[in-house]
Protein backbone atom coordinates (compact mmCIF):
# COMPACT_ATOMS: atom_id res chain seq x y z
CA UNK A 1 0.00 0.00 0.00
CA UNK A 2 1.36 3.44 -1.15
CA UNK A 3 1.15 6.16 1.83
CA UNK A 4 1.76 9.50 1.58
CA UNK A 5 3.35 11.59 4.65
CA UNK A 6 3.33 14.63 6.02
CA UNK A 7 5.37 16.87 9.12
CA UNK A 8 3.51 19.31 11.43
CA UNK A 9 4.32 21.58 14.07
CA UNK A 10 1.19 23.02 16.51
CA UNK A 11 1.49 26.03 18.64
CA UNK A 12 -1.11 27.94 20.26
CA UNK A 13 -1.79 31.32 20.49
CA UNK A 14 1.37 33.71 20.47
CA UNK A 15 1.60 36.85 19.91
CA UNK A 16 4.45 37.55 17.77
CA UNK A 17 5.78 40.31 14.86
CA UNK A 18 6.17 39.42 11.07
CA UNK A 19 10.19 40.09 12.00
CA UNK A 20 10.25 37.16 14.61
CA UNK A 21 8.14 35.16 12.87
CA UNK A 22 10.53 35.81 10.17
CA UNK A 23 13.60 34.88 12.08
CA UNK A 24 11.72 31.48 13.13
CA UNK A 25 10.96 30.42 9.50
CA UNK A 26 14.37 31.34 8.43
CA UNK A 27 15.97 28.94 11.13
CA UNK A 28 13.25 26.54 9.91
CA UNK A 29 13.81 26.74 6.27
CA UNK A 30 17.91 26.59 7.15
CA UNK A 31 16.92 23.17 8.86
CA UNK A 32 15.35 21.54 6.06
CA UNK A 33 17.90 22.07 3.89
CA UNK A 34 20.74 20.52 5.78
CA UNK A 35 18.00 17.49 5.90
CA UNK A 36 17.76 17.15 2.20
CA UNK A 37 18.44 18.97 -1.11
CA UNK A 38 15.43 18.60 -2.13
CA UNK A 39 14.33 21.14 1.02
CA UNK A 40 16.92 23.57 -0.35
CA UNK A 41 15.11 25.82 -2.69
CA UNK A 42 11.90 27.18 -2.62
CA UNK A 43 9.91 29.14 -4.42
CA UNK A 44 6.20 31.13 -3.80
CA UNK A 45 3.00 29.97 -4.74
CA UNK A 46 2.06 31.59 -8.38
CA UNK A 47 -0.93 31.15 -10.75
CA UNK A 48 0.77 28.40 -12.67
CA UNK A 49 3.97 26.37 -12.05
CA UNK A 50 6.33 28.09 -14.27
CA UNK A 51 4.78 31.60 -12.54
CA UNK A 52 6.06 29.97 -9.07
CA UNK A 53 9.41 29.23 -10.77
CA UNK A 54 9.85 32.95 -11.23
CA UNK A 55 9.72 33.61 -8.01
CA UNK A 56 12.57 32.16 -5.86
CA UNK A 57 12.53 32.78 -2.05
CA UNK A 58 16.07 33.75 -0.28
CA UNK A 59 16.10 32.62 2.61
CA UNK A 60 17.33 35.31 4.50
CA UNK A 61 15.75 37.34 7.25
CA UNK A 62 15.07 40.26 5.30
CA UNK A 63 13.53 38.64 2.64
CA UNK A 64 11.06 36.41 4.87
CA UNK A 65 9.52 39.28 7.17
CA UNK A 66 8.59 41.01 3.75
CA UNK A 67 6.99 37.78 2.38
CA UNK A 68 5.21 37.17 6.06
CA UNK A 69 4.00 40.93 5.92
CA UNK A 70 1.87 40.42 2.93
CA UNK A 71 0.06 37.21 4.45
CA UNK A 72 -1.16 39.42 7.29
CA UNK A 73 -4.95 39.28 7.63
CA UNK A 74 -6.00 42.75 6.73
CA UNK A 75 -9.17 42.48 8.90
CA UNK A 76 -8.52 40.55 11.78
CA UNK A 77 -4.96 41.23 13.17
CA UNK A 78 -4.85 38.29 15.70
CA UNK A 79 -5.27 35.68 13.04
CA UNK A 80 -1.21 36.32 12.54
CA UNK A 81 0.48 36.21 9.38
CA UNK A 82 0.28 32.88 6.83
CA UNK A 83 2.61 32.04 3.97
CA UNK A 84 3.43 29.37 1.61
CA UNK A 85 6.34 27.91 -0.01
CA UNK A 86 6.91 25.02 -2.80
CA UNK A 87 9.89 23.29 -3.73
CA UNK A 88 10.11 23.72 -7.39
CA UNK A 89 10.25 19.67 -7.77
CA UNK A 90 9.32 18.85 -11.57
CA UNK A 91 8.14 15.76 -10.31
CA UNK A 92 4.29 16.19 -8.50
CA UNK A 93 5.34 13.22 -6.68
CA UNK A 94 8.79 14.82 -5.44
CA UNK A 95 7.21 18.12 -4.83
CA UNK A 96 6.88 19.57 -0.79
CA UNK A 97 4.56 22.57 -0.11
CA UNK A 98 4.73 24.25 3.30
CA UNK A 99 2.01 26.50 4.86
CA UNK A 100 2.10 28.53 7.92
CA UNK A 101 0.68 30.57 10.11
CA UNK A 102 2.91 32.30 12.86
CA UNK A 103 1.88 35.32 15.26
CA UNK A 104 -1.91 34.28 15.70
CA UNK A 105 -3.23 35.51 19.02
CA UNK A 106 -6.79 34.34 18.57
CA UNK A 107 -8.27 31.28 20.64
CA UNK A 108 -10.16 30.25 17.62
CA UNK A 109 -7.43 29.17 15.37
CA UNK A 110 -3.87 27.74 15.88
CA UNK A 111 -0.19 28.31 14.45
CA UNK A 112 1.12 26.19 12.62
CA UNK A 113 4.36 24.63 9.79
CA UNK A 114 2.72 21.76 7.74
CA UNK A 115 4.85 20.05 4.73
CA UNK A 116 3.71 17.53 3.03
CA UNK A 117 6.08 15.06 2.49
CA UNK A 118 7.33 13.50 -1.14
CA UNK A 119 5.48 10.44 -1.77
CA UNK A 120 7.77 8.75 -4.58
CA UNK A 121 10.89 8.42 -5.92
CA UNK A 122 14.39 9.16 -4.66
CA UNK A 123 13.45 12.32 -2.76
CA UNK A 124 11.05 9.98 -0.77
CA UNK A 125 14.00 6.99 -0.82
CA UNK A 126 15.82 9.91 1.26
CA UNK A 127 13.73 12.10 3.26
CA UNK A 128 11.26 9.34 4.36
CA UNK A 129 13.87 7.80 7.09
CA UNK A 130 13.93 8.37 10.82
CA UNK A 131 17.22 9.97 10.90
CA UNK A 132 16.17 12.36 8.31
CA UNK A 133 12.68 13.14 10.01
CA UNK A 134 13.89 13.32 13.12
CA UNK A 135 16.55 15.97 12.03
CA UNK A 136 13.58 17.68 10.35
CA UNK A 137 11.01 17.70 13.60
CA UNK A 138 14.12 18.70 15.74
CA UNK A 139 14.60 21.35 13.15
CA UNK A 140 10.94 22.53 13.59
CA UNK A 141 11.01 22.03 17.26
CA UNK A 142 14.13 24.41 18.08
CA UNK A 143 12.50 27.02 14.74
CA UNK A 144 9.10 27.36 15.70
CA UNK A 145 9.39 26.14 19.73
CA UNK A 146 5.66 24.63 19.17
CA UNK A 147 3.85 22.50 21.36
CA UNK A 148 3.80 19.60 19.28
CA UNK A 149 5.49 18.07 16.30
CA UNK A 150 4.82 14.95 13.93
CA UNK A 151 6.19 13.62 10.98
CA UNK A 152 3.95 10.60 9.85
CA UNK A 153 1.97 8.60 7.77
CA UNK A 154 -1.69 10.25 6.87
CA UNK A 155 -2.90 7.24 6.15
CA UNK A 156 -2.24 6.41 10.18
CA UNK A 157 -3.90 9.07 11.29
CA UNK A 158 -6.50 8.86 9.54
CA UNK A 159 -6.64 5.05 11.24
CA UNK A 160 -6.01 6.35 15.13
CA UNK A 161 -8.60 9.24 14.91
CA UNK A 162 -11.86 10.68 12.70
CA UNK A 163 -10.86 13.86 14.31
CA UNK A 164 -6.63 14.73 14.26
CA UNK A 165 -6.27 16.87 16.84
CA UNK A 166 -2.21 18.31 17.19
CA UNK A 167 -0.96 16.81 20.38
CA UNK A 168 -3.17 13.92 20.74
CA UNK A 169 -1.65 11.39 18.74
CA UNK A 170 1.63 9.79 17.86
CA UNK A 171 3.41 9.02 14.74
CA UNK A 172 6.42 7.47 13.36
CA UNK A 173 8.20 10.95 14.89
CA UNK A 174 6.42 12.97 17.44
CA UNK A 175 7.82 15.79 19.09
CA UNK A 176 6.51 16.95 22.79
CA UNK A 177 6.79 20.21 24.75
CA UNK A 178 8.23 19.96 28.13
CA UNK A 179 5.44 22.18 29.09
CA UNK A 180 3.41 18.93 28.63
CA UNK A 181 5.31 16.72 31.06
CA UNK A 182 7.23 14.42 31.68
CA UNK A 183 7.61 11.49 28.80
CA UNK A 184 7.63 8.02 30.51
CA UNK A 185 9.85 5.09 29.51
CA UNK A 186 8.83 3.70 26.27
CA UNK A 187 9.96 0.10 24.78
CA UNK A 188 12.52 -1.07 22.24
CA UNK A 189 12.60 -0.40 19.52
CA UNK A 190 11.41 2.94 20.63
CA UNK A 191 14.03 5.76 21.07
CA UNK A 192 13.44 9.16 23.21
CA UNK A 193 15.74 11.70 22.55
CA UNK A 194 15.60 15.97 24.23
CA UNK A 195 15.46 18.52 21.94
CA UNK A 196 17.57 21.12 23.69
CA UNK A 197 15.53 22.21 26.66
CA UNK A 198 12.61 22.83 24.47
CA UNK A 199 10.95 18.93 24.61
CA UNK A 200 11.20 15.72 24.01
CA UNK A 201 11.77 13.49 20.18
CA UNK A 202 10.44 9.75 20.07
CA UNK A 203 11.21 7.32 16.97
CA UNK A 204 8.73 4.64 17.03
CA UNK A 205 11.08 2.64 14.81
CA UNK A 206 14.59 3.07 12.84
CA UNK A 207 12.81 2.03 9.87
CA UNK A 208 9.81 3.21 7.74
CA UNK A 209 7.02 3.14 9.56
CA UNK A 210 3.93 2.64 7.89
CA UNK A 211 0.15 1.79 8.75
CA UNK A 212 0.24 -1.71 6.49
CA UNK A 213 2.72 -3.11 9.11
CA UNK A 214 0.79 -4.84 12.35
CA UNK A 215 3.62 -4.59 14.33
CA UNK A 216 4.44 -0.84 13.59
CA UNK A 217 0.38 -0.25 14.08
CA UNK A 218 0.76 -2.36 17.68
CA UNK A 219 3.79 -0.46 18.55
CA UNK A 220 2.03 3.00 18.48
CA UNK A 221 -1.02 2.04 20.35
CA UNK A 222 1.11 0.89 22.73
CA UNK A 223 3.27 3.76 23.14
CA UNK A 224 0.02 5.93 22.83
CA UNK A 225 -1.51 4.45 25.94
CA UNK A 226 1.97 4.52 27.98
CA UNK A 227 1.94 8.52 27.24
CA UNK A 228 -1.63 8.98 27.55
CA UNK A 229 -1.47 7.48 31.17
CA UNK A 230 1.16 9.81 31.49
CA UNK A 231 -0.83 12.94 31.19
CA UNK A 232 1.63 14.23 28.24
CA UNK A 233 -1.10 14.00 25.22
CA UNK A 234 -3.65 16.61 25.55
CA UNK A 235 -5.09 19.30 22.61
CA UNK A 236 -3.16 22.67 22.17
CA UNK A 237 -1.28 23.94 25.38
CA UNK A 238 -0.37 27.61 25.23
CA UNK A 239 3.31 28.58 26.75
CA UNK A 240 3.69 30.50 29.72
Known amino acids: MSENYYAGAYWGARKESAARCATRAEAFFRAAADVDASLSHWF ?7 DALRRPIEISQATLESIIRRGQDRVVEELGFRFSAWNGAS ?26 LPSRGLGSERVLTAGALEAL ?10 DSAIATSSAHRDMVTATPKPGT ?16 PLPA ?13 IVLTPERFTASN ?20 KPLQVQP
Open 91 to 116: DDDAAVGVDATCGGYSARVGNFCFLQ
Open 189 to 201: PVRVEPVEDKGTL
Open 44 to 50: QQGKSRK
Open 137 to 146: VRGMAIAWEP
Open 214 to 233: PEHVALAERVHELLDRAGVL
Open 169 to 184: FIGWVTYLSRHRGTVP
